[in-house]
């Protein structure tokens, strides 16, 4: 047995947890950047706090998920500003923009010499500026993770800046924030914390660690994600939900994913489409193409096990095979109404391209086991 397991240097949960924001930035610096998604007002309460407790703050807005671009800007605004520390506060787009400008802040160069694919990919000199995530949705995980995926319009690709140092040094979760997001955000947003719980414990990257993690997490998503679709205004459900994605984050963050989140990047990068909304549409077509291929190949794989171990949490029922439990993802996103990938502009014609892409994507080397073209594909045309 050996892993490596690294997450934020402090993290917070509990209902009523932003009333500490104050104090806690006040130890990371004196002027923070507060980086929001597209509706800032929405950090007012945040904005108020930070000031009371005596900081400067300079606000910049995250419309969307985040482009180079939208770092490249507030990167220039934070310096400008002489910002000491960041803020993100929103949902992932928003707490992923905030990790990215805070690596760059302190680091020379452009952008692409460290950005994956598209870039150099190179290590960061120096570590980030302090970085509070704050999320308002339960489904990323970012507050918990070492990289921030950003959108290339240009390359038509999503891509990750990633380093050990950008793990933020406070992650304040406080489920009272999730409880206004809608019913269709909250849906994918908590399919995307449910696949971040099943696809690194049947990872092949999975350790014992992140193991107990994602048992919890199933747990807890499980008894809740259909209650806080129906009735956003229940605290237990919406507090389970938060847990729920922060183990999410504490698992990919040191196991890894899979064929879900290796098609989620390239699809995000190529259509304009929410990437909580994308693993939902994705995530029952690929534990079935899974569970067939290891089937069919490695049937003598402890993995194959685990499925098996998560049917049983799925579905409640001890003796429920990977397959009852394909059909209770299928029926959780139709309960859920979760659009196709044909909502977002995809045709079969884009296929190869598709998965030419996924096959270069990080998350797809943690599958379980190696999926052909063919198998690929037809994970495509189920979710189409």
Not at 234 to 260: E, Q, T, W, Y
Request: hydrophobic share 45%.
């Amino acid at each position: 047995m050996s892993f490596e397991f690294a997450t934020a240097n402090r993290i917070l949960f509990g209902d009523g947890m932003l009333e500490r924001a104050g104090t806690l930035a006040n130890e990371m610096g004196r002027h923070a950047l507060l980086v929001t998604g597209g509706h800032p007002e929405r950090a007012a309460s945040l904005h108020d706090l930070l000031t009371r407790a005596g900081l400067a703050v300079t606000t910049i807005s995250i419309k969307g998920e985040p482009k180079v671009e939208d770092i490249l800007d507030g990167v220039a605004t934070a310096r400008r500003a002489s910002c000491d520390h960041v803020i993100g506060f929103g949902g992932g787009s928003a707490v992923d923009a905030g990790k990215a400008i805070a690596a760059l802040i302190t680091n020379p160069g452009d952008v692409y010499d460290y950005l994956e694919v598209i870039g150099n990919a190179r290590p960061l000199q120096q570590p980030p500026a302090p970085y509070m995530a704050i999320p308002t949705t339960a489904g990323t995980g970012s507050e918990v993770t070492r990289n921030a995926v950003l959108a290339s319009p240009a390359h038509r690709v999503k891509v990750s800046l990633r380093s050990p140092a950008m793990l933020p040094r406070i992650a304040l979760v406080d489920p009272q924030l999730t409880h206004s997001t809608p019913p269709a955000v909250t849906a994918a947003s908590g399919l995307d914390a449910l696949t971040q719980v099943i696809e690194p414990y049947v990872s092949a990257r999975a350790n014992p660690l992140t193991d107990a993690i994602c048992r919890e997490g199933i747990r807890y998503a499980v008894r809740s994600l259909r209650r806080v679709y129906t009735h956003g205004d229940d605290g237990d459900a919406r507090r389970d939900m938060a847990f729920a994605s922060l183990c999410g984050g504490l698992a990919l963050a040191n196991a890894g994913l899979g064929a879900v989140h290796g098609f989620a990047g390239p699809f995000g990068g190529m259509y304009d489409a929410p990437h909580g909304a994308i693993c939902a549409a994705l995530l029952p077509a690929v534990f079935g193409a899974n569970v067939a291929a290891l089937a069919a190949r490695a049937s003598g794989s402890p993995i194959l096990a685990r499925f098996y171990e998560v049917a049983a949490m799925l579905t409640g029922d001890p003796s429920a095979t990977p397959q009852e439990a394909t059909v209770w993802l299928r029926e959780l996103c139709h309960e859920l109404q979760i659009p196709s990938l044909a909502t977002y502009g995809y045709a079969r014609s884009h296929a190869s391209d598709l998965i030419a892409k996924a096959r270069a994507s990080s998350s797809m080397k943690a599958n379980p086991i190696a999926l052909t073209d063919s198998e690929l594909n037809a994970i495509l045309e189920e979710a189409v």
